[in-house]
Structures are given as C-alpha cells and as structure tokens.
C-alpha cells in the first residue's frame, strides 16, 4: 500500500514538473501583460534606449504592464536562449546571430511577422534592404527582423602605425594599394617595431573561425556553397586564403598567433577587423584611430556583414502582443533612434546626413566606404542549419593548421571530412 | 537505538485491545513511525524531487527525440542507444575521460598524501603550510579556472616566469598533451587540500606506539611507511578515491573555461561532450543518452572499488 502511494506521488509530481515545462503559448492576452526580451548587449546606453521606446508603447498599451530586457552574456547567448525555451520559460522575444537564424527559421521556433508589420501604419515595410532580410526569411515569410546588419571593417591605431614607420591604411588607400599583401605587411611592421600584436582578427582567437570570413571572402572562398551542400574549405581559393593566414601568422608575425591575447581597444594591436559598432569603445580612446573598409584581396573589394535578427517566440506566452510591441520598437522612428548603436535595415536611413547624426565617432566618409556600401554589397558570415554542431567540427578539424608547420591542402581536407556528414544532413 | 526498542514493545502492545474494549488507533509505534518519517521528509522531499524524478526523466528523455526549437518530443525507442553505439566521436571522448581520470586521481591522490606526511611532522609553519595547501579548496571553482586560463596562455605568466630562466615554455593550452596535462594539473592543484586533511586526519589517528615498537625492530621509514600508515589509514584511501574517481568524471568547468574541448578534441571529456550535444547541439534526447551512460560508468566503478575494498582495506578482512 505505501509503495503504491510513494509510487503515486512520484508520478503526480513527474506529471506537474512536465506541464510547468510544456508552456501554454497565446493564452491570456487580454488580461495584463509582461514582456521580456533576450538582448545579448547589457551596454547602458543600449539598454536606457530600449526602456524609452517600452515606455512609450506602454502609455499606448496599458493592458502591458511591463516590458523587461534580459541581457545574457554574448558567448553563450544561444546556447542560454534554448535552454530557457527547453526549461519551458521562454521569452516573448528574441535577439538572434546570424549564424543561429537557419536554425531559428526553419524550425518553426519563431513567428512570421508579415501579417503584422504590413498591418501597422506607417511601417514602410517594404523600404526593408533585401541583402539584409534575406537570412530572416523562408517560404516567403519574414522570421525574423535584422535589427542590426553591422558591417566588418578595419579600425587601425594610427599611433603605433606611425611609430613602425609605415604607410598608414589611408595613405595606401588613396595610392589605390590597400590590398591583403600591403595590410599583412603593415601588421608584420608594427609587430617588429613596436612590439605590439599587428591585426587581430576580433573574437576569431582561434576558435570563432567564421569571423576569418573577413579575410577569405578576398580570396572569393566560403565555407559551404549557397545551398549548403558542398564544403569549401578543400577548394583552392580556401587553400590559398588558408595559406596567406598562415604564413601571416607563423611567419610574417602580421597576427598574433594561438593563445596570445590583445585588445586593440586597450591599445595592444595596431589594426583590428571588427563590426563598426564596436566604434563606442573608442570613446575614451588614448591613441589615435582610423576605420578603413577590409583590404582587397585577389578577387578585388569585398565586404562581409554580421546580422542580429529580433524575433518573436511561438511558445512565449504572449506571441501576438510581443509582435505587436516588435512592430513598435522597430518602426521607422524608433529605427532612427536604433540606428546610433545598430545599423538599420531601412533603406530610408542609410544615409551618411542620418549615421552622422547618431555615429558622431565616425566621419561621413567612413560611413559611406564602410556601412553603406558594406551593408549593399555585403556577403553574411556563414551560418548553415545545424550551425553549432557545424561549427564545432569544423574548428576542431581547423586546430591542426594553427601550428607552424601544418599541411594547409591536408588540413582543409580534413576539414571537409569532418562536416561532409553533417552538410548531408 | 531507543526508538527501535520502544518499537517493538509498542508492536507488541498495539495488538492489545485497549481500555474499552475498542483497539487503539493512535498507538506509540505509529507515532514513532509518523515521528521517523517526518525526520526524514525534507531529505526525502530534496532527493526526490531534485534526485529521483530528474534521474527518471533523464532515462524517459533518452528514448526521445527532443527537438527544442521545433518543439518536438517523439518517442524513437532506442534509436539514441543504437546511435551512441555508432557514434564516430564517443570512443575518443571516452580515451579523454579515461585520460583525465588516471592523471587526475593517481596526481592528486599521491600529492595529497604526500604533503598530508610532510605536514604531519611537529614543526615550526606546518599550519601555515596546511591553510596554504588548503586555500584554494574555498575558491570559487570558475575564478580559479579563469585565473589559471591567463597564466597558461602562451604570453602568459608561466611561459613568463620559464622565460626569465630561459626557458622557452610551450603553448600550454594548444599542444594536444600539454593541454590535457594542464586541465589535470589545474584541477589537482585546485582540489589536492581536500584530500590533504583527510589524510592529516587519518595519520593523527595511528597510535605512536607501533611506529616506536617497529623502530625497535629495527623497521626503516620507508617500511614503517608501507606497513603501518599505509594499511592504518587504507578505509581513507578508499574513500578519498572514491570521491576523487567520481569527481573526475564529472569534471566541466575546467574544460568549459580552459579548452572548451580542444584542440581538436583531445580535451572533450564525457560531460562535456554531454553537454555540447544536448546544449550546444540542441541533441537533448541524445544527451539524455550520454548521461545514462556516464550514470552508468560512475556506478560501475563506485561498485568495483566498494568490493575491492576487502582486498586492501585494513578493517575490512
């Protein structure tokens, strides 16, 4: 008798732990409402922007009675996202990477906006940049909105460029000559002179490898092909680019190699490729700085885009309200006021008179070379369904070539090896 | 003990008619009964909820396919065990664990023992010496890692202080031996105090005596040693590995901060291969798997060293 009751507590209590799990989503959208929303940026700045625009909507909501901003820390961003949605508590709405959007598209996480963006006045939804909506949509539909399509560009400490004696990005720039061989040169000479690290490659650190995207892209490499079906790292572009890295690297000194670390931001390198938004961090800066678009590579000027989508969860339990105050947050005056910190996706605001307004840091010209022709000509950073899983393979397969004699054809190989399997998939 | 004896008087009594002729309901032994079990309730309200039901739902979840964003949850049987058994990845994974194990525990147990003999002798700092010792046991674990992360880097503080000698340390954390090495090195000089007292404890426990009798037979340190401390303070090497051998297999943090696995993936241990297929990969009912089975490996061992302890330990003949 008592081990049938034990027995029946357990299985009361197995029975409400997986229906607090299974969430009740679109239930209870007349009574009062509270938002959240995953951010990745805990950035004061950031945040006192987006608590403006909720108080805004809530003098016109009242049923919301508020609106909340959950930073989680960048490095674990996704894998925190989906373990709250797995936990059954997930968010109304979603910042998303780019290199997380094929997973969020296809899986039916997310809410198609179409219906209710189209539906709101005044939303010009249809002044949204297809370069930049592209990733967020399939079968025709809008997933997600690319709050912030930031393109890569260089920021070059032009103290430590002076100091190595060298010809500045600019100077090389209007001699027509900043190409990958002259930037790798630059790097290799403000190593040797000054003792600090030539151009790191920010958050690569030998393990974020899609951000050598900046660099390969030059080269007309990529990671997968368009469908996403065939590797490209045993193509010779890849080889070639792979190769220039390396002897950068190992024998030029141009990066700095595995398991050193410098901040260009503290002063420690002479250039770094980063999206333009990192401009804020040079606010207080103690050394002088330029920005110039990425070097040329053998297949001429290129650029490369970072995106962060902002979506609506399907679970939430409040969907319908949650893209309803999405439409608000991202109309075209809140746009505007976005548009300081995360480029815009509005054809209406790309302009250099509307970026100058909100990016004092950086001068009409920058913003030309670098956001605008970057965010029209873009390529995205590499994401592919099942990008996790994806991206481990392929820098575990990667870390052999980050040693001073690695077999670079070998190793890229090896790489396609590793992911052909799951690029099946 | 008092409990039991009053027990089983009051058996014999709740059999009695009572006073009326009626038999008594609300006897001493289920008052006893209902005493003892609400002794026990907040213990076995915690180990139920958060132990038992969590360990049950981990086997459940194993036979699913759980795909979160698409929030699906279908049942395939033992599709993920199958799987587990193909998987291209598991054998190396599990020469990793068994890697870091072996370092670990024949590392720390033989430091820990070592140090706890030193630090018994009666001399002046030996206090110093133990809090020193015992120190970082009390640090916040990801602290202490993250600390460790910067002074293995290869401009870091090691190759630093190597340097100054003229020495050319290596990448510590990219070489696929050095690497494992220092995530071992790290955990040991983390965890060795723990073990440390334990030891101390055991050796304050043997009786001068027998030492003095085998000096008098003429017994020299090293026998003394093997034939009287070791065999005197055996039930604690028992359960100092015991716990060391467990903690070793669920060993993440120290990887999550230093290698996160690599290079290549000569440092992804069981747990946190778990952790990437069920967190990173979104592969919950496969990680499911990989939990049963590492559940599965601690038991094993945790069993075998329980019966091996009448070989070895000495009050256990």
Known sequence: MRARTTAAIAVAALLGLTACGSGDGGAGDDGPVTLRMTTWSANEAHVKLFDEIAEEYKKTHPNVTAITFDAIPFENYTTTLTTQIAGGNPPDLAWVLENAAPDFVSSGALLPLDDTLKGTDGYQFDELAPAATKLWQADGKLYGYPFSTSPFGIFVNTDLVKAAGAQSPAELIAANQWSWENAAKLASAVNAKTGKAGLVVRDFDYKGWDNLSTVWTGWGAQAWSADGKTCGFDKPEMVEAMRFLHDATFTDKAFPGPGTTADFFAGEAGLTITQISRASLLKDAKFGWDLVPLPTGPKGGYAVIGQGGLGVLKKGKHAEVAADFLAFFTNPTNSAKLAQFFPPPRTSLLTTETLAKTNPLLKPEQLQAVVIDGISTGVVKPSHTGQAELSQAVRSALDPLWKPDADVPAVLAGVCTAINPLLAK | ?317
């Open chain 2, 1 to 317: 003990m008092a409990l039991l004896t009053d027990d089983r008087t009051a058996g014999r009594t709740s059999h009695r008619p009572a006073p009326g002729g009626t038999r008594r309901w609300w006897t001493t032994r289920r008052r006893d009964h209902l005493a003892g079990y609400l002794f026990i309730a907040p213990q076995l309200v915690g180990s139920v909820l958060f132990v038992l039901i969590p360990l049950g739902l981990v086997v459940w979840y194993s036979l699913h396919e759980w795909n979160v964003l698409a929030d699906t949850f279908d049942f395939v049987g033992a599709e993920n065990y199958r799987a587990m058994a193909d998987d291209p990845n598991l054998p190396g994974v599990l020469r990793a664990t068994a890697l870091f194990s072996v370092g670990l525990v024949a590392l720390n147990l033989s430091l820990a023992l070592f140090l706890a003999v030193l630090l018994n002798q009666r001399l002046r700092g030996t206090a110093f010496f133990r809090v020193l010792f015992f120190s970082p046991v009390v640090v916040s674990l990801v602290a202490w890692t993250i600390v460790w992360g910067f002074l293995l880097q290869d401009n870091g503080g090691i190759n630093g202080l190597l340097d100054t000698v003229g020495v050319d340390g290596p990448n510590w954390l990219r070489g696929d031996a050095t690497a494992m090495l220092s995530v071992i090195v790290v955990q040991v000089v983390k965890n060795v105090g723990l073990n440390m007292v334990l030891f101390l404890a055991a050796l304050q426990g043997v009786p001068g005596e027998l030492y003095e009798a085998a000096r008098v037979e003429g017994a020299g340190r090293w026998t003394q040693f093997r034939r009287i401390t070791v065999p005197l303070i055996s039930p604690t090497i028992l359960l100092t590995s015991i716990i060391t051998v467990v903690g070793s297999l669920q060993v993440f943090a120290q990887i999550a901060v230093l290698t996160q696995g690599g290079p290549g993936s000569s440092t992804t241990v069981l747990v946190y291969y778990l952790y990437q297929q069920a967190f990173q990969f979104h592969h919950f009912g496969y990680g499911a798997t990989i939990s049963v089975l590492l559940f599965l490996l601690v038991l094993a061992l945790t069993v075998v060293q329980w019966q091996m302890r009448k070989r070895w330990v000495f009050h256990e003949q």
